[in-house]
């Protein structure tokens, strides 16, 4: 079946840690994007890629980095320089847009 | 840029009608969609209306659209307590890249 995967489904990091968090799809789509979710908040966009070996910044960019090397694989890395990471990290993907977009499971990442 | 308006909390009694509103602000909005997150997972596509259409029912959900107001409404027939969750409505429009704009998102509790 097609989908969206992202792990792991849990992650702590270390102070000055650097960690990267994976999503992979094989739904053939174009775009993808990650979003941060905070307790009681919705999503902000985090980055975004459209196509590969290209992505472009969210509004929340700061203390994140992201490659798109193949069209299936968007991973996220979140620096040393992102004070605040504990978060929930969703990943997502579309292709035709009136279909929206698909969302991965989530990785909930804590700082310890 | 565009604006993506919800209520936060919802409280209904298992059985009644549940009515979720959104409302948006771009008048070119083409696509509005309906998203529903549980508890620790990623955000699951419930349904999404065209611009030129009015209402959208599918078994128990029904999408009312008003354009001239730029509200978007969704009705939950016969709540059950797996409905519990956080509904977000999004909306694209052609000036977003391709980009989806989300709702902070409504808390729907369900109770006995």
């Known amino acids: 079946d097609g989908g969206i995967t992202q792990s792991p489904k849990y992650l702590f990091r270390k102070e000055g840690q650097n960690v990267t968090l994976s999503c992979e799809q094989n739904?053939?789509?174009?775009?993808m994007y990650w979003y941060r979710q905070d307790p009681g908040q919705g999503l902000r966009l985090i980055y975004y890629?459209?196509?590969?070996?290209?992505?472009q910044k969210g509004d929340i960019a700061e203390g994140y980095s992201v490659s798109r090397e193949k069209k299936e694989s968007f991973p996220l890395t979140v620096t040393s320089a992102q004070k605040n990471p504990t978060a929930f990290y969703l990943c997502?993907?579309?292709?035709?847009?009136?279909?929206?977009?698909?969302f991965g499971s989530g990785t909930r990442l804590t700082v310890v | 840029g565009e604006d993506v308006e919800q209520s936060l909390f919802l409280s209904v009694r298992e059985g009644d009608s549940s009515v979720i509103n959104c409302t948006y602000t771009?008048?070119?909005?083409?696509?509005l969609y309906w998203y529903k997150q549980e508890p620790g997972a990623g955000l699951q596509l419930l349904t999404y209306i065209f611009s030129n259409m009015d209402m959208k029912q599918d078994q128990r959900l029904t999408v009312l659209l008003n354009k001239k107001d730029k509200h978007l409404s969704l009705r939950i027939a016969d709540t059950q307590t797996g409905d519990s969750a956080i509904y977000f409505c999004a909306d694209y429009y052609t000036g977003t890249a391709s980009k989806l704009t989300f709702g902070t998102g409504t808390r729907l509790q369900v109770t006995l």
């Open positions: 997502a993907s579309s292709g035709l847009i009136n279909y929206g977009y698909t």
């Open positions: 739904l053939n789509h174009d775009a």
């Open positions: 890629s459209q196509i590969v070996n290209d992505f």
């Open positions: 771009d008048s070119s909005s083409t696509y």
